[in-house]
């Protein structure tokens, strides 16, 4: 049986290796090839995957086979012994996000007794989600700031391995059901857990822990946060964000929230003002429209095509033709698929619902409404003329 050793396991900080080839299986154009060691990190536990190079070809893909991890390569490597360099910046990064997870996991679990389901480890940022939806800012905040003064002490972080059984008497946060040896991640007096990813040697290494998000997800609430140079480029963008936004609205930093207000319910009035103004204009093209439309047995009877541009200025048309008397309005919007826009004054001859559900049985689509209002759909542009006159002949039927 195939069997790596993995130099993360005993030390993370492991980037260049030198191993012996044991295999090498080809997958289409592609080559698995397995090693009896290595450091590259396969993607496990919600962590990402290492990156790197591995006889001097980019490693493409990294898969984990229980014993054995598979390094895919472009091209089969030559020799017996070869050479494997990991993206340490990457590497790092990984490093940092994941002891972060471990610390804020532990520090959410000490000030509200709040559970980690479930973590994922983003390129941008890393997500876990805890089994409470009731988390507020006070909690999150708390949590936050216990992990990073755990931070700021510069804690030893420990890995060593013991047997499942004995491991499981010990006071881990999460219990574990792995067998045979068991590894451990100990954060000096404040966590103690089973997990297989890479971690830094001190949490001073993580220069600090900051919570960009959070909110519910189901029965639990989900936490993004960042770590390290994350943390830092964040920060970074943030500020250059704030500044861009002070100086559009000649404010000051602290002066913004109120700015934004304002402007909001500015934006909110003039949206208000806007909708009433494009009522007025509607009821006056409709009053137009219907002064222009000829009459059927002593109805006016408007047809009329709207492009798909004008879709909303239509529907509203629509409305205000049932407010013109002794008028019905055949409307129909361009588009693929098109709209058809049913309308007549209360207490017409005619039933719209019925109109439209005919209509669109002939041309395609489906439809229907009420009496003296009704909307269709999902028939061919190419036939909206030919419906609204195959419509309008429904009406001289009456």
Not at 20 to 47: C, H, I
Not at 54 to 79: K, N, S, T, Y
């Amino acid at each position: 049986m195939l069997k790596t050793d993995r130099l993360y396991y005993t030390d993370c900080y492991v980037c260049e290796f030198e191993a012996r080839v044991l295999k090498v299986d080809r997958v289409a154009e592609r080559f698995s090839v397995y090693l009896d060691r290595s450091a590259f990190y396969p993607e496990s536990g919600g962590q990402l995957a290492d990156c790197g190079t591995l006889a001097g070809m980019p490693v493409l893909e990294l898969a984990d086979e229980g014993e054995a991890i598979a390094h895919v390569l472009e091209r089969q490597p030559q020799g017996e012994i070869i050479r494997g360099e990991i993206d340490w910046a990457r590497r790092f990064d990984h490093m940092q996000q994941h002891t972060g997870q471990h610390l804020l996991s532990a520090a959410f679990e000490k000030t509200g007794n709040f559970a980690t389901a479930s973590f994922h480890m983003g390129e941008e940022a890393s997500t876990i989600d805890l089994n409470s939806d009731r988390l507020g800012r006070r909690q999150i905040e708390e949590a936050e700031d216990l992990a990073n003064q755990v931070v700021f002490e510069d804690r030893a972080v420990r890995i060593f391995f013991r047997p499942a059984e004995e491991a499981g008497r010990l006071d881990l946060r999460k219990p574990t059901v792995r067998e045979g040896e068991v590894r451990l991640v100990e954060v000096e007096q404040f966590d103690l857990s089973a997990c297989g990813g890479t971690h830094v040697s001190r949490t001073g290494a993580l220069g600090m822990i900051l919570v960009r998000e959070f909110g519910r997800i189901k029965d639990r609430t989900r936490v993004e946060f960042v770590c390290g140079r994350r943390a830092m480029k964040t920060a970074r963008q943030d500020y250059l964000l704030l500044d861009e936004a002070s100086r559009l609205l000649s404010a000051s930093p602290h002066d913004l929230p109120a700015q934004v207000r304002r402007l909001a319910e500015e934006r909110r009035a003039a949206i208000r003002a806007q909708e009433k103004l494009f009522e007025r204009l509607s009821e006056y093209a409709g009053r137009e429209l219907w002064q222009r439309a000829p009459e059927i047995h002593g109805w006016k009877i408007l047809s009329r095509v709207f492009t798909e541009a004008e879709h909303l200025e239509a529907k509203r048309v629509a409305h205000s033709i049932q407010k013109q008397p002794s008028c019905a309005a055949l409307i129909g919007v361009k588009g693929n698929p098109a709209t058809l826009y049913f309308a007549q004054s209360p207490g017409g001859a005619w039933d719209m619902g019925s109109l439209v559900r005919q209509t669109t049985a002939r041309f395609g689509g489906k439809g229907g409404g009420t009496r003296d209002f009704a909307q269709g759909g999902g028939l061919s542009e190419e036939k909206l003329e030919e419906a609204l006159e195959f419509a309008k002949g429904l009406l001289g039927q009456h």
